[in-house]
T-cell receptor, first 113, second 111 residues
Framework: DAGVTQSPTHLIKTRGQQVTLRCSPISGHKSVSWYQQVLGQGPQFIFQ???????GRGNFPDRFSARQFPNYSSELNVNALLLGDSALYLC????????????FGPGTRLTVL | QKEVEQNSGPLSVPEGAIASLNCTYSDRGSQSFFWYRQYSGKSPELIMF????GDKEDGRFTAQLNKASQYVSLLIRDSQPSDSATYLC???????????FGTGTRLTIIP
């Protein structure tokens, strides 16, 4: 079975621009979460979506937004990019069964110049 | 105070020995506990999860949970050079709306 897929793999933007990152969960998984991982740190929770509804939001500014589509894929949007937004953006999917484990995709490496 | 704390390392262990990785957490309401392995430049890969006090074994890996002490550990037996990576401890609440990660422990297995 295919794992979590993310696109693009790498992205270079300049300050002030906007970016959209995409994620497709594992087949059968209805929950998608987004995390930001800055070099040398653990992933930080941004959003969780389940059945197209936002279930949780981390401590990130309103420049960050996301949505989930009927096929359970998801997009993360970041507006007005700052240098500090440079990071690995990770998407994780979960079946939300009693185990609730989250499986990560390969990530999108965003560099803001 | 950090919510999930790990020793950043690096932790060096001889090949064939037991590697012991530790993690403490601050939220007593935490319900689920995970260990992820992350190779340099790659995304985290789930190794183990544990929900109940005690030990859980999977091959060469054993996760240990002590909720009273708010402590989680991962033991890797017969360490191999391929085990060299950063190990992330993650903690979740009921329903897993989010995972809170530690900063990770960098493990190096010395041949």
């Amino acid at each position: 079975d295919a794992g979590v897929t993310q696109s693009p793999t790498h992205l270079i933007k300049t300050r002030g621009q906007q970016v959209t990152l995409r994620c497709s969960p594992i087949s059968g998984h209805k929950s998608v979460s987004w995390y930001q991982q800055v070099l040398g740190q653990g992933p930080q929770f941004i959003f969780q979506y389940y059945e197209k509804e936002e279930r949780g939001r981390g401590n990130f500014p309103d420049r960050f937004s996301a949505r989930q589509f009927p096929n359970y894929s998801s997009e993360l949007n970041v507006n007005a990019l700052l240098l500090g937004d440079s990071a690995l953006y990770l998407c994780a999917s979960s079946p939300l069964t009693d185990t609730d484990t989250q499986y990560f995709g390969p990530g999108t490496r965003l560099t803001v110049l | 105070q950090k919510e999930v704390e790990q020793n950043s390392g690096p932790l060096s262990v001889p090949e064939g020995a037991i590697a012991s990785l530790n993690c403490t957490y601050s939220d007593r309401g935490s319900q689920s506990f995970f260990w992820y392995r992350q190779y340099s430049g790659k995304s985290p890969e789930l190794i183990m999860f544990i929900y109940s006090n005690g030990d859980k074994e999977d091959g060469r890996f054993t996760a240990q949970l002590n909720k009273a002490s708010q402590y989680v550990s991962l033991l890797i037996r017969d360490s191999q050079p391929s085990d060299s990576a950063t190990y992330l401890c993650a903690v979740g609440g009921f329903g897993n709306e989010k995972l809170t990660f530690g900063t990770g422990t960098r493990l190096t297995i010395i041949p």
